[in-house]
């Protein structure tokens, strides 16, 4: 059974920084895209960023690029979002996926969210929060 469990949110000024991990379980590290999505109220889920530690390739949308770092760490099968300069329009919940394949430009799709959605694995989600 694939797990994924996200800790760090939380609240922060404008300007700020906070780091996200994300531990995951039951699936072939190497094989998956594993990253973040995030979903702010009334707005669609948005994906932000997403890595292959097999090929250390990564991606990042144009709104977090510049501002937030993704890594990853096998041997602990786990992620981190590292986000500096934070904004309130950052302000959403944040999602850990795990989805088989390739990280590539097709994430930023809305393809990709489908895909994600029914073929791969989600966390609960964790709250951060920007004050002007």
């Known amino acids: 059974e694939v797990q994924l469990v996200e800790s760090g949110g939380g609240l922060v000024q404008t300007g700020g920084s906070l780091r996200l991990s994300c531990a995951t379980s039951?699936?072939?590290?190497?094989?998956?895209?594993v990253g973040w999505f995030r979903q702010a109220p009334g707005k669609e889920r948005e994906g932000i960023s997403c890595?292959?530690?097999?090929?250390?390739?990564?991606v990042y949308a144009d709104s977090v690029k510049g501002r937030f770092t993704i890594s990853s760490e096998a041997a602990k099968k786990s992620i981190y979002l590292q986000m500096d300069s934070l904004r309130p329009d950052d302000t959403a919940v944040y999602y850990c996926f795990a989805a088989p394949g390739a990280c590539s430009s097709w994430f930023l799709t809305p393809g990709y969210r489908y895909y994600a959605t029914t073929s791969g694995s989600w966390g609960q989600g964790i709250q951060v929060a920007v004050s002007s």
């Open positions: 039951g699936f072939t590290f190497d094989d998956y895209a």
């Open positions: 890595i292959r530690s097999y090929d250390d390739a990564t």
